[in-house]
């Protein structure tokens, strides 16, 4: 599902950590066994870090604190898609903030990006096995990817999504997971435009898995084409 951090939350993680700092990690204390078993946690982090100096910030335009990374760390993950309709809320600034504190957790992540190069699909081994994690949002709430910097996230377009598919294979992804953020908000049926685009990006045959966020409540889990659709976790 969606790590999303209202002001209730920061709070409770500060009173926590004795008023220095924020420490999130008792938040995930009962779900870690479970995710720290599997040979690959991975999360979806819906909000960006603020950037040094600011204060967090709630709706309409999230910035958690830094500690939420580690929060999701404790619980057991490795790594986490980013590539959300709030990607952009504290600009490129929160972009950056947001990576820095993943590289300090040594945890990777898809769907932000500092450079042309960092949104491109890469490769990472677990087991051996050669995985590739794409991450694609719907869009952000109105705001958009700067001009000159268009590579800082990446919008759902199926020829895309297929495009870099494509080059993870070439790369020598035995495993591609598609993280898709979309869906309509509290509804628990599938869209017109998710099971269209599902169908589209499995017809391709190369994309093995897609996982869906977003519409803070479960939808169903499909085979399309022969390929486990996970359209929302809630």
């Given amino acids: 599902g969606d790590v999303l951090i209202h002001t209730s939350l920061w709070e409770q993680a500060r009173e926590t950590a004795g008023g220095a700092g924020y420490d999130f990690s008792p938040m995930f204390a009962e779900t870690a066994p479970i995710v720290s078993g599997v040979d690959l946690g991975v999360c979806h982090l819906e909000v960006p870090v603020a950037p040094p100096g600011e204060e967090p910030s709630t709706f309409p335009l999230y910035g958690a604190p830094k500690e939420i990374v580690a929060g999701i760390k404790s619980g057991g993950y490795d790594r986490c898609s980013t590539a959300s309709n709030h990607t952009l809320d504290q600009g490129t600034a929160g972009i950056e903030a947001t990576l820095a ?17 960092e949104i491109e699909p890469r490769l990472f081994e677990v087991q051996g096995v050669q995985i590739c994690h794409l991450a694609y949002t719907w869009g952000f709430n109105g705001l958009s990817l700067p001009g000159d910097e268009p590579w800082r996230s990446a919008e759902i377009d ?25 869906g309509a908000e509290t509804v628990a049926s ?25 519409t803070h409540v479960v939808q169903p889990i499909e085979q399309v084409n022969g390929v486990w659709t996970v359209f929302g976790m809630g």
């Avoid at 993943?102 to 042309?116: E, I, L, N, P, T």
């Avoid at 070439?170 to 898709?180: F, K, P, T, W």
């Avoid at 435009?193 to 898995?209: C, F």
């Fill in 101 to 117: 504190e993943f590289d300090a957790q040594q945890m990777g992540q898809s769907g932000m990006a500092r450079d042309a190069a």
């Fill in 158 to 182: 199926p020829d895309r999504i297929i495009r870099d598919a494509a080059t993870a294979r070439e790369l020598g992804a035995e495993i591609v997971v598609v993280s898709m953020h979309w």
């Fill in 190 to 214: 599938i869209t017109s435009t998710q099971r269209e685009q599902a169908e589209r990006i499995t017809a391709s045959g190369l994309v093995d898995l897609i996982v869906g966020h977003h």
